[in-house]
T-cell receptor, first 116, second 117 residues
Framework: AQSVTQLDSQVPVFEEAPVELRCNYSSSVSVYLFWYVQYPNQGLQLLLKYLSGSTLVKGINGFEAEFNKSQTSFHLRKPSVHISDTAEYFCAVSDRMNTGFQKLVFGTGTRLLVSP | GAVVSQHPSRVICKSGTSVKIECRSL??????MFWYRQFPKQSLMLMATSNEGSKATYEQGVEKDKFLINHASLTLSTLTVTSAHPEDSSFYICSAAVTGGQADTQYFGPGTRLTVL
């Protein structure tokens, strides 16, 4: 079974500063990895995903993440944040060994708070 | 593309009544839809996986008789909360997986906030 750990429940940062949101996963098989963003009272929007290939994945809104197999991590980064990036960010993992669509297992989320 | 809608966005009901939530994929066909539940300031918990034309697969601990799921077409899945009670109050989110798309690309709806009085 997979699990996802987001150690930081909340990350405060000033506008235009860089940010890193940490995600570590545990799995006995190869995985797909995802980052989603959730704005208040809304569903989740896919930021980026790692399926295979290059370990550095670029997503929307200037975010990127790097898959590190040896450290079982998939940290999310942005070089310069905006006020509008304030939201809840979820890391998720799914099992890539089975065919078809697999379940996503989510971390507990990290709230990014960007202040002026 | 890949837009998923949910209706209603917010519903308040009395204890003991049933509530139906619709999830639609607007511009693509989804053979598989997922229903999640999210409590305040917590992560999403998968409730069930719904495949078009077949019975839903429920996660452990989810009462299938209480949370009825119907996936009648490739663009519509419904979740009915039967005999709702205050503890069923939550944010319910659906997602739809793109038919023939790359594995595990789920597109999420905006969610439905259910409040049971």
């Amino acid at each position: 079974a997979q699990s996802v750990t987001q150690l930081d429940s909340q990350v405060p940062v000033f506008e235009e500063a860089p940010v890193e949101l940490r995600c570590n996963y545990s799995s006995s098989v190869s995985v797909y990895l995802f980052w989603y963003v959730q704005y208040p009272n809304q569903g989740l929007q896919l930021l980026l995903k790692y399926l295979s290939g290059s370990t550095l994945v670029k997503g929307i809104n200037g975010f990127e993440a790097e898959f590190n197999k040896s450290q079982t991590s998939f940290h999310l980064r942005k070089p310069s944040v905006h006020i509008s990036d304030t939201a809840e960010y979820f890391c998720a993992v799914s099992d890539r060994m089975n065919t078809g669509f697999q379940k996503l297992v989510f971390g507990t989320g990290t709230r990014l708070l960007v202040s002026p | 593309g890949a837009v998923v809608s949910q209706h209603p966005s917010r519903v308040i009901c009395k204890s003991g009544t049933s509530v139906k939530i619709e999830c639609r994929s607007l511009d693509f066909q989804a053979t598989t839809m997922f229903w999640y539940r999210q409590f305040p300031k917590q992560s999403l918990m998968l409730m069930a996986t719904s495949n078009e034309g077949s019975k839903a697969t429920y996660e452990q601990g989810v009462e299938k008789d209480k949370f009825l799921i119907n996936h009648a077409s490739l663009t519509l899945s419904t979740l009915t909360v039967t005999s709702a009670h205050p503890e069923d109050s939550s944010f319910y989110i659906c997602s739809a997986a793109v038919t023939g798309g790359q594995a595990d690309t789920q597109y999420f709806g905006p969610g439905t906030r259910l409040t049971v009085l």
